[in-house]
């Protein structure tokens, strides 16, 4: 099970995380307070192509059947991402 994220920027692929991300109110030494996410050490994010299709709108958290498969996906330059990629369950 993963949980939506976001649409990538370019609107054909579905960024999903490996667990609920959880948002924390922080108070800055200006005594500005911001909410900010709390990043989780073992969370990993995944990403699975839609092309063109619709999915309409998602909530961040939404419930995705997908899982991880394989390891770290390489970008274009030969680097290891911090993206794994999806498939259904």
């Not at 619709?54 to 680097?79: C, N, R, S, T, W």
């Amino acid at each position: 099970m993963m949980y939506f994220y976001k649409k990538s920027e370019s609107g054909r692929a579905i960024i999903c995380t490996t667990a609920k991300m959880g948002t924390k109110k922080v108070k800055l030494p200006n005594g500005v307070e911001i909410t900010t996410r709390v990043q989780m050490a073992d969370l990993k994010f995944g990403v699975i192509a839609i092309g063109d299709q619709d999915i309409g709108e998602l909530e961040v958290g939404a419930k995705l059947p997908f899982k991880i498969v394989g390891d770290p996906i390489i970008d274009d330059d030969g680097k290891v991402t911090t993206l794994y990629w999806c498939t259904p369950e």
